[in-house]
C-alpha cells in the first residue's frame, strides 16, 4: 500500500529552522553596521538642510540668524527664538567643530548667518582617528562637503 507524504516530518523542520537562524546570525553584524552608515549620512544631511535653511532666512528676512550646533541637536534661532529644531541622530564616531582661527574642537558651536556673510565654520565626523566626511561653511554662507 502506497503512503502518500504530503508534509514535511518533524525532524526536517528542525534543520530548516536552525540553518535559516545560522545564515540570519551570521548577517546581523553586517546590517548593523550598514544602519550606523546610514546614520552617519543622515547627520551629514541634517546639518547641510540646516546650514541651507539658516542662510536662506537670513536672506529673505534680512535678519541674523543662528545655527547653533550641539551633539545630539541643532538649532536654528531668530530673533532670540528658536524657528527650527533638529534632533541629531547617535553616530559611531565623534561629532565635531570649530570656527576659523580656532584651534581646538568646542562641545557647541554658534554660526552667525546674516544677509552678506556668515562665519567661516567646520564641522567633521571622525572616526578612529579618520575624518569621515567635513561640512564646511564659509564667510558667504555657502556649504561645501569634503568627503
Known amino acids: 500500500m502506497f503512503k502518500n507524504k504530503l508534509g514535511f516530518t518533524l525532524v526536517e523542520l528542525i534543520m530548516v529552522l536552525a540553518l535559516g537562524s545560522i545564515v540570519i546570525g551570521l ?37 541674523s540668524v ?27 564616531g565623534s561629532l565635531q567643530w570649530r570656527k576659523r582661527g580656532e584651534r581646538n574642537p568646542k562641545s557647541s558651536i554658534n554660526i552667525k548667518f546674516t544677509s552678506n556673510d556668515s562665519e567661516d565654520a567646520t ?5 578612529k582617528s579618520k575624518i569621515k566626511w567635513s561640512l564646511i561653511i564659509n564667510t558667504e554662507g555657502r556649504v561645501r562637503i569634503i568627503k
Open 66 to 92: 543662528i545655527m547653533h550646533v550641539e551633539k545630539s541637536a541643532v538649532e536654528i534661532i531668530k530673533n532670540d527664538k528658536i524657528i527650527r529644531r533638529l534632533k541629531l541622530p547617535h553616530v559611531t
Open 27 to 63: 548577517s546581523l553584524p553586517s546590517f548593523k553596521n550598514l544602519f550606523q552608515a546610514n546614520n552617519d549620512e543622515l547627520v551629514l544631511v541634517q546639518l547641510l538642510q540646516a546650514a541651507e535653511f539658516s542662510r536662506q532666512e537670513a536672506l529673505m528676512n534680512d535678519q
Open 123 to 127: 564641522i567633521w565626523l571622525a572616526q
